[in-house]
Structure formats: C-alpha cells, structure tokens
C-alpha cells in the first residue's frame, strides 16, 4: 500500500524549506561598503596559547602593547580614574580607557589616523607585517577586536575587512585567530577572566575551508 502526502502536509514541507534556505541565505551572507562576503560563525576552543590582541577599525589595524597600555593605565588608576570610571588618553596610538572593576579596561579607539592600514600587508618591509610576523604560532594567537562600521576617511573598507586580510595572513603563517565585534557604546575591553566570562579570550575553527586547526 502506498503512502500517501496530502496537499496541505506537502505545502508544508515546502514552506519550512523554503524558510530555512531563507535563514542559511541571511547568515551566510554579510555586506560592508558593497562588497559581498561570506559570514563565518566562530567555534572558540579550549587552547593554552596566549593571545596578542587587534583592534580593527576603519581599514586600519594597531597591535596593543598590553604592557605599556596596562602601565598608563596603572598610573590612571592612582590619580583616581579607576573609582570616577572616568574615560582618559592612554598614550598610545590615540586610544582613550576607562577602568572597571568588572570589565577591566576598556578601550575607546576614536582617532585611528595614526594606525598602520591593512594593506601595508601587502608591503614586504612594512612595520604591520613585522608585528604580525612575531607572533609565534607555539605560544601565541591573535586576538581581534572588530568594528564592522566604515567611518569617515576609510580609503579601503572597514574593521571587517582589515580583520579579514590580516587573519589570512596569519593563517599563512600558522597563526590561530579569535576574534569578536565592538562598537562604540561596547568597546574592546581586556579583563581578568577571574571576574567574568566576558574576560575569556579564544582561537576560533573557521567552517569550510578556512578553518585553523
């Protein structure tokens, strides 16, 4: 005896399909200054690495030098910054923190003048690939701070983009990345993972065929 579909049930499993090819359709797909790219979802993992951390804005890229941020930040903190939670000039590359006794520092990257491009990578003898290029693969990943908005005077793209560049990069290099998006009312922000879950920091799988492993 053969079974049987009736119409209604058959309307049915079209219209699911057609909505979860809908959904696969929207989260694959992600666009920033008209151009197309494919949305990866990061999968974290346990890792023993410690991680150099980025922030990506506009079409830019600064390393954070943690010691000297975190000892500006120290001397902040005597003066009172830290109880006020009041926003100050680190001295470094522009970048403003605010001290929290939860989330640790946080970084306000409003002038990125200052920062090398990402497309200084494609520069053989440039200061951004130098830094990226002392990153050790044993001991080490890096770790991005995204803003996936494009602001005035970003000749190339967005923090999307330079992130994206520098991560194949990396990945050419043998170097696991991480990453999570910022903005400016959630700013990057580096704390000790004793306090918070927020403060954990990881290397992340990538699907298809950019994954690090």
């Known amino acids: 005896m053969r079974n049987l579909i009736s119409l209604d049930s058959l309307t049915d499993i079209v219209s699911n399909s057609v909505g979860i090819l809908i959904i696969f359709a929207v989260i694959n797909l992600i666009h920033d200054n008209n151009k197309t790219y494919q949305l990866e979802i990061p999968l974290e993992h346990e890792t023993d690495l410690s991680p150099v951390f ?50 640790g520092i946080s970084f306000y990257a409003r002038d990125t003048s ?10 053989r003898n440039s200061s951004l690939r130098d830094k990226l290029n002392k990153i050790d693969p044993k001991k080490q990943f890096a770790y991005f701070f995204v803003y996936d908005n494009s602001e005035d005077g970003a000749t190339a793209g967005s923090g999307f983009e330079a992130f994206r560049k520098a991560r194949e990069y990396l990945k050419g290099h043998s170097v696991k990345t991480g990453w999570q998006p910022v903005n400016s009312e959630a700013p990057a922000n580096i704390c000790d993972s004793s306090y918070s879950s927020r403060c954990v920091y990881l290397p992340s799988y990538l699907g298809g065929g950019n994954t690090n492993k």
């Open 114 to 123: 200052e920062w090398p491009e990402f497309i200084e990578l494609e520069k």
């Open 54 to 103: 980025f922030i990506a804005k506009n079409d830019r890229l600064l390393v954070l030098d943690t010691d000297k941020v975190f000892s500006n930040a120290a001397l902040q903190a005597t003066t009172g910054a830290a109880g006020k939670k009041r926003i100050f000039a680190l001295d470094f590359f522009g970048l403003f923190g605010q001290i929290d006794e939860e989330k």
